[in-house]
């Protein structure tokens, strides 16, 4: 099916213009925390692309989205004759710290290699094992990303043994104890309602555990 649109024709496979491809200009969906320069998305691809004026928007889409950083990328040729190439970045929700290598996971439960030219403000992660399922990691690392306040405030997640998880925030010296992921969601709730109560009356800075394993309590422990 060809859809006429500005003089130019589109199909699902291929992109026709009247006239060769002037440039190759690669657009960010978001310019900040660029993991990847706009060079090396050009390198991706073949020189011949300007020589054109027929394109294979497939193969191209797929040569970009071969990169590491990639999540997506849409490609078009402007009424101009230039061919713009949008591309969205895969969106790391946390950083795994390992013996030998260090690594991103991101909001799809996939690994992420780490860039040289941008490191991601999301939460650490220690301690890092076989016992711990790479499910149950993604997990509580999608629970912070999506929740305003824990995104703010977690600076690190610790696996432990015996499926036992504890967090350290930004402002504060103290360990958080979640132990077993089960009933994150109510801990969470019991835990903000005590912080913030905390906070006001200033004693948040007295403690160095406070403790969610028990049901329905907040056990802290003074320095």
């Known amino acids: 099916v060809l859809i006429l649109i500005g003089g130019l024709f589109y199909s699902t496979n291929s992109i026709n213009s009247k006239r060769n491809i002037s440039d190759i200009i690669v657009d960010f969906e978001s310019t900040n925390k660029l993991f990847i320069t706009q060079d090396s998305i050009l390198k991706l691809l073949p020189t011949s692309f300007l020589n054109k004026k027929s394109v294979d ?120 104890v979640i132990g077993e992921y089960k009933n994150i969601k109510k801990k969470v709730k019991n835990f903000k309602a005590f912080y913030h109560a905390a906070v006001d009356n200033e004693s948040i800075d007295k403690y160095s555990k406070i403790n969610l394993q028990f049901e329905n309590q907040v056990v802290c422990s003074n320095k």
């Open 57 to 176: 928007i497939n193969y191209l889409e797929s040569l970009v989205n071969s990169n590491g950083f990639i999540k997506n990328s849409e490609a078009y040729v402007s009424i101009e004759g230039d061919l713009i190439i949008k591309v969205q970045q895969r969106n790391p929700i946390g950083r795994i710290i390992s013996e030998n290598s260090t690594f991103y996971i991101d909001d799809e439960s996939k690994i992420m290699t780490t860039s040289k030219i941008h490191s991601s403000r999301v939460p650490v992660i220690f301690n890092y094992s076989e016992s711990f399922s790479h499910d149950k990691i993604y997990q509580m690392c999608d629970l912070i990303d999506s929740d305003e306040f824990l995104k703010k405030n977690v600076t690190r997640i610790n696996f432990l043994k015996n499926n036992y998880i504890t967090l350290n925030f930004r402002d504060h010296d103290f360990d958080l």
